[in-house]
C-alpha cells in the first residue's frame, strides 16, 4: 500500500533555532502534500496545502514566513519553522494525496519541542 | 463550508462490548467519507471509507455506512478489544477535486477495559 515517510520523528530545538521536517511519499507521485499541526487530545489543524513547483496554499491564521513550506519534486515536501519558540512545540503530521487515485496517506506525525 | 461533526468522548467500554460513534457531516458536494483511527503517539491510519452514498466501508471488524438521507457516517463494532483503544477521526473530503482537502471531527477517544 501507500506509504509516506515523515521525518524526524521527534526534535527538541532551541528557540530561536529553525526546524525542518520531511514528508516523503515511497511508492506513489503527489503533486499535493498537506501540513496539520495537532495539539494534544485535540484534533487536526490544516495548515497550509503544498503544491509541487508552486507556493503553498496557508490556511488563514498560519504565518506563511513562519511556517516555510518548499515542494520540490513530485515526492517530497518539507516545511521549516523557523525561529521557534515554545508555543511551536506541538505535532506535527504531513499528508500526501496520490495524483492518480486521489487517495490520501498520512505520517507517521513529529514530536517538535521547543525548549 | 464543508464541516464534520463526531461524538465527544472520551468512550469508555468492556472488552467485547458493542460500539458505536457518531458521525454527521456538512457538505455542499458528494464527498468521500473517511474514518482514521491515531494510536498514542503515533499519525494516522486509515481504517475505513466510503465514496458514495449507501457504500458501507469495513475494516478489522469495523463498519459504517454512507447515510446521504441523514448525512452520517456512523463508526461500528460489534466486540471491542482492548487493542481498540486509540482516537478515532472521522472526515470527509470533496472527491476528484484537484483543490479537495480533508476535513476532520473532532476525534473521539475511546478507551477499552479488560
Known amino acids: 500500500g501507500a506509504v509516506v515517510s515523515q521525518h524526524p520523528s521527534r526534535v527538541i530545538c532551541k528557540s530561536g533555532t529553525s526546524v525542518k521536517i520531511e514528508c516523503r511519499s515511497l511508492?506513489?507521485?503527489?503533486?499535493?502534500m498537506f501540513w496539520y499541526r495537532q495539539f494534544p487530545k485535540q484534533s487536526l489543524m490544516l495548515m497550509a496545502t503544498s503544491n509541487e513547483g508552486s507556493k503553498a496554499t496557508y490556511e488563514q491564521g498560519v504565518e506563511k514566513d513562519k511556517f516555510l513550506i518548499n515542494h520540490a519534486s513530485l515526492t517530497l515536501s518539507t516545511l521549516t519553522v523557523t525561529s521557534a519558540h515554545p508555543e511551536d512545540s506541538s505535532f506535527y503530521i504531513c499528508?500526501?494525496?496520490?495524483?492518480?487515485?486521489?487517495?490520501?496517506?498520512f505520517g507517521s506525525g513529529t514530536r517538535l519541542t521547543v525548549v | 463550508g464543508d464541516s464534520v461533526t463526531q461524538m465527544e468522548g472520551p468512550v469508555t467500554l468492556s472488552e467485547e462490548a458493542f460500539l458505536t460513534i457518531n458521525c454527521t457531516y456538512t457538505a455542499t458536494g458528494y464527498p468521500s467519507l473517511f474514518w482514521y483511527v491515531q494510536y498514542p503517539g503515533e499519525g494516522l491510519q486509515l481504517l475505513l471509507k466510503?465514496?458514495?452514498?449507501?457504500d458501507k466501508g469495513s475494516n478489522k471488524g469495523f463498519e459504517a455506512t454512507y447515510r446521504k438521507e441523514t448525512t452520517s457516517f456512523h463508526l461500528e463494532k460489534g466486540s471491542v478489544q482492548v487493542s481498540d483503544s486509540a482516537v478515532y477521526f472521522c472526515?470527509?473530503?470533496?472527491?476528484?477535486?484537484?483543490?479537495?482537502?480533508?476535513?476532520f471531527g473532532s476525534g473521539t477517544r475511546l478507551s477499552i477495559r479488560p
Open positions: 466510503a465514496t458514495k452514498a449507501d
Open positions: 511508492d506513489f507521485q503527489a503533486t499535493t
Open positions: 472526515a470527509l473530503s470533496d472527491r476528484g477535486s484537484s483543490a479537495s482537502k480533508i476535513i
Open positions: 499528508s500526501a494525496r496520490d495524483d492518480v487515485n486521489y487517495g490520501y496517506t
